[in-house]
């Protein structure tokens, strides 16, 4: 049972324009959101978070939204620029000590 | 900046050997995970442990075994190496009010 749904597997974008990334969960415990961007033979690197008592977490070209009542997340980044191509992991947990669930990531390919 | 560095970027194992991959953080961190990654499943949790001699099962924890005896290291032992064990393996840990952090990743290969 998939707790953390990324439905789209693959986006491309032009560069310049903006990238939006969606995530959905089902598990209403969910308190904490995470996106990961990770690049070929390497770890996923952590991009942006937003807890459950904000809607919207701006850092630079990267902002995330929260939709409590649909649970479901999006990530925006604009401008897009090639070097964002890469496979975007959005995650989730409870709180407490409970490990991150992963959705199964989108592989975004911003074309120049 | 905090640093998760595991052992190995690429090991080639055969059918049947017992593997080690080693994970070492250097920030003090209570909680440490390892997940493996492949194609079409994203990211999933073999074992994590939230203090030394401490240990819980993720959700694909057969086939696995881990051992955290200091708080830095994190061990992930593979009893018996099967090809469907072929795959990224990451290391990942995070302290009081931080994101998971991960290693580089080991890319193992079973023959």
């Known amino acids: 049972d998939q707790q953390v749904k990324q439905n789209s597997p693959s986006l491309s974008v032009q560069e310049g324009r903006i990238s939006i990334l969606n995530c959905d969960y089902t598990?209403?415990?969910?308190?904490?959101f995470l996106w990961y961007k990770k690049y070929p033979a390497e770890g996923p690197t952590f991009l942006i978070s937003?807890?459950?008592?904000?809607d919207k977490n701006e850092d630079g070209r990267f902002t995330v939204f929260l939709n409590k009542s649909a649970k479901h997340l999006s990530l925006h980044i604009v401008p897009s620029q090639p070097g964002d191509s890469a496979v975007y992991f959005c995650a989730a947990r409870s709180s407490g000590n409970t490990p991150l669930v992963f959705g199964k990531g989108t592989r975004l390919s911003v074309i120049a | 900046d905090v640093k998760v560095t595991q052992s190995s970027r690429y090991l080639v194992k055969r059918t049947g050997e017992k593997v080690f991959l080693e994970c070492v953080q250097d920030?003090?961190?209570?909680?440490m995970f390892w997940y493996r990654q492949d194609p079409g499943l994203g990211l999933r949790l073999i074992y994590f442990s939230y203090d030394v001699k401490m240990k819980e099962k993720g959700d694909i924890p057969e086939g696995y075994s881990v051992s955290r005896e200091k708080k830095e290291r994190f061990s992930l032992i593979l009893e018996s190496a099967s090809t469907n064990q072929t795959s990224m393996y990451l290391c990942?840990?995070?302290?009081?009010?931080?994101?998971?952090?991960f290693g580089n990743g080991t890319r193992l290969t079973v023959t």
């Open positions: 937003i807890s459950s008592i904000k």
């Open positions: 598990n209403s415990m969910f308190d904490y």
């Open positions: 920030m003090d961190h209570e909680n």
């Open positions: 990942a840990s995070y302290g009081y009010n931080s994101p998971l952090h």
